[in-house]
Each structure stands twice: as structure tokens, then as C-alpha cells.
């Protein structure tokens, strides 16, 4: 029997987890272009939905990620199994195999690539064992970055985030307590950057961007968004409007955050961001929804999966949905690439295939 409990891309694996991708099954659908200007907003975005059955073969997949015509995505053979991670080009339609996992039930995830590096998290399916691995896309090696075995009866998820040269990730210690990571790729140097006070599923996630390390925390009862500058060493300290701000992400001087009074319960949410330039916070209310699933931010873009499942583009600097000429009704999954690229995935139903969709919003 498997228990899964999805927000997003997340999962708390309850017993014999498999996969989150059984029900997602491999793509086939049309090839199509969607051009399209919002107004006034002189907004432009192309929208590409990619045909890949033929070439693809695979039965399930998770996480795909641009770079240029790169798509690095994690798939598997059966839906109950993810072991692989191959590099499709997008426009060829070959694609190549660079990792093959070593579990024979496994849950190959969380595939995030840049210029110089890819890298992906290997998992049995019950999840108590996680190795992070780098794959180096000069030298074409591959090699293990952090590897963690969870306690009987216990599980691990190991969520690291990508950016440049550096990889950051939570590491859970014994009991409830947990670290933050920093490795960097050149040197392999790795370092402790900060504990936890309050760890939990909503603060698992760390967001690393321009040399800033973002992550958040409860402490003695109070929420906190937490940035370390790289380049700087020093960790600088922000008040936040609610006891849990979760899954924080940050564009510029804007930190992005579901907030919690109970974590515990998904629907009673604030999703808003919080501008350190005036130490001040605004609540987002996304058009349709009254609550959210997940999001995703780079530069100027925001993309949102309600509460029904459809996906929001909103315009950060004007505050405004972006109208996209969108050829599904609603989404299951938002990845997105270092360029800024959205990936979304659709999953298969009595009437449609599963899709994804390439959204390029450009500069």
C-alpha cells in the first residue's frame, strides 16, 4: 500500500513510498508554438508544448529543466519507478542517459542544471536512503555530493537547490534537529552555514540565488526569513509576518513565503512577499484562488498553481496575471530553469495525454 501526500512537488512519505509520478505518464501530445503580447503591458512569451513519446520512450517522469536545448529530466521505465536521469534535446529529440540509479525501487528527483553543472537527488522508494550527486557538464563525470541513511522506520528528504557553483540543502540530524548546507562544486569544500531551531516539512527547502542563501525558521514562537551572503560570510536576520513562512523564495530585493500560523494546515494560508528594501509585507491575492499549491519564482515572473489546479503568470513589477495563451486547463506540476524558462506538467486524463509545456517569458 502506498501513502503519498503531495503539496506541489513536495511529498511526506508515509510507508512504501514509490514514486510521486504514478500518476504522471510520459508525454504525447501535439507539437505547438503560442505567441502572445499582453497589451499595454508589452508582456511577450512564447509557449512550446513538447512532443517527446516517440523519442522518449519512458513511463513516468519528474523535474525537467532547461539549459539552452538541454532538457535534463529524471524518468523511469514503469510508473512506480524513477532510476534515470537523461539529457533530451529539445530540438534533435535524441536524448542521452547520464545516471542510472543504483535502488532497484527507485525515486531519482529534484533535477535542477545550470551552465556548468546538473544535479539530482537518488532515493529508494521508501525514502531512509538519499544520495545528492553532481554531474559536470564539461568533463561529462559524475560524482557524489552527500549521501543519508534514515533510522528504522524513518525517512530523509534531501531537497538541494542549485545555483553557479554552489549546491545548499537542510541536512536532518538525529531526532528533529537540522542544518543548513553549503558545498561548493569548484572546491568541495562543504560547510556548515546555520541550525535550525524549529524543523519541520515547511522549512526543508532552502533557495539559493546570486550569492544569497535563503531559508526560514521558527524561533521561540516567532517566524524569521534567514540570508546568508556567500561572498560576505555574515547571515542577516528578517522579522516575518507569520510564525511559519514556508518554502521561501526571493527575487531581487522581494522574499516570497506561504505563510502559516499552523503548518499543519495547508488551506489556512498567506501567500504574499516581503520587501527588505522597506521591511514591509503584502499579502498576493492570486485572481481565482483561495489558496495556492505551489510556486515558482525567476527575475520577473511568478508562476502559481491554485488551489484548482491552474496555472497564474504574474508580472512581479507591475503586480498584474499575465494574460498567457495557455493550452491547458489546469497543471500538476511547475518547474523552472536557471534561464527562467517554466516547465509544466499536466497529467494524463480520460480525455487528454499528459503534456508539458515550455514557457519562455524571455529577459
Same mark, same amino acid.
Given at each position: 500500500i502506498i501513502y503519498i501526500y503531495v503539496k506541489g512537488d513536495y511529498m511526506i512519505k508515509? &510507508?512504501?513510498v514509490c514514486s510521486i509520478v504514478l500518476i504522471l505518464i510520459i508525454l504525447d501530445c501535439g507539437c505547438g508554438t503560442y505567441s502572445q503580447s499582453n497589451g499595454d503591458d508589452g508582456f511577450e512569451h512564447k509557449v512550446s508544448v513538447v512532443k517527446? $513519446?516517440?523519442d522518449m520512450p519512458y513511463a513516468s517522469y519528474i523535474n525537467p529543466v532547461l539549459v539552452d536545448d538541454e532538457m535534463y529530466i529524471c524518468v523511469g521505465g514503469s510508473l512506480s519507478s524513477i532510476g534515470m536521469v537523461v539529457d533530451y534535446n529539445i530540438k534533435s529529440k535524441k536524448s542521452k542517459l547520464i545516471f542510472e540509479s543504483q535502488f532497484s525501487e527507485a525515486s531519482v528527483s529534484n533535477t535542477m542544471a545550470n551552465n556548468k553543472w546538473v544535479i539530482w537527488v537518488d532515493s529508494d522508494s521508501s525514502g531512509t536512503h538519499n544520495i545528492i550527486y553532481a554531474f559536470n557538464r564539461i568533463s561529462e563525470k559524475t560524482f557524489k555530493i552527500a549521501e543519508y541513511k534514515a533510522a528504522t522506520n524513518d525517512y530523509v528528504i534531501t531537497a538541494p537547490y542549485l545555483s553557479g557553483d554552489y549546491i545548499a540543502w537542510i541536512?536532518?540530524?538525529s531526532g528533529s534537529s537540522a542544518k543548513v548546507k553549503l558545498y561548493n562544486l569548484q572546491t568541495s569544500d562543504c560547510i556548515d552555514i546555520?541550525? $535550525? =531551531? !524549529?524543523?519541520s516539512f515547511y522549512n526543508n527547502f532552502v533557495f539559493l540565488d546570486d550569492d544569497q *542563501? *535563503?531559508?526560514t525558521d521558527n524561533i521561540n514562537g516567532k517566524g524569521y526569513y534567514l540570508i546568508y551572503n556567500i561572498k560576505a560570510e555574515s547571515t542577516k536576520k528578517i522579522d516575518a509576518p507569520y510564525p511559519y513562512p514556508g518554502y521561501a523564495q526571493r527575487t531581487g530585493k522581494l522574499l516570497f513565503s506561504? =505563510?502559516?500560523d499552523d503548518y499543519h =494546515?495547508?488551506? !489556512?494560508? =498567506?501567500?504574499g512577499c516581503f520587501d527588505t528594501s522597506t521591511s514591509k509585507y503584502r499579502s498576493i491575492d492570486v485572481e481565482g484562488t483561495s489558496y495556492i499549491n505551489q510556486f515558482r519564482i525567476k527575475r520577473n515572473i511568478l508562476a502559481v498553481m491554485s488551489s484548482d489546479n491552474e496555472l497564474k503568470l504574474i508580472d512581479v513589477e507591475k503586480g498584474k496575471l499575465v494574460d498567457c495563451a495557455f493550452p491547458l486547463m489546469t497543471i500538476d506540476t511547475? !518547474?523552472? &530553469? &536557471? !534561464?527562467?524558462?517554466?516547465?509544466?506538467g499536466a497529467r494524463a486524463s480520460d480525455e487528454n495525454n499528459l503534456k508539458l509545456v515550455i514557457i519562455d517569458c524571455g529577459d
Open positions: 508515509k &510507508s512504501m517527446i $513519446l516517440e541536512e536532518t540530524e546555520a541550525k $535550525l =531551531n !524549529d524543523h *542563501l *535563503l531559508w506561504i =505563510n502559516f =494546515n495547508w488551506t !489556512d494560508q =498567506n501567500f511547475i !518547474d523552472i &530553469s &536557471s !534561464d527562467g524558462r517554466i516547465v509544466v
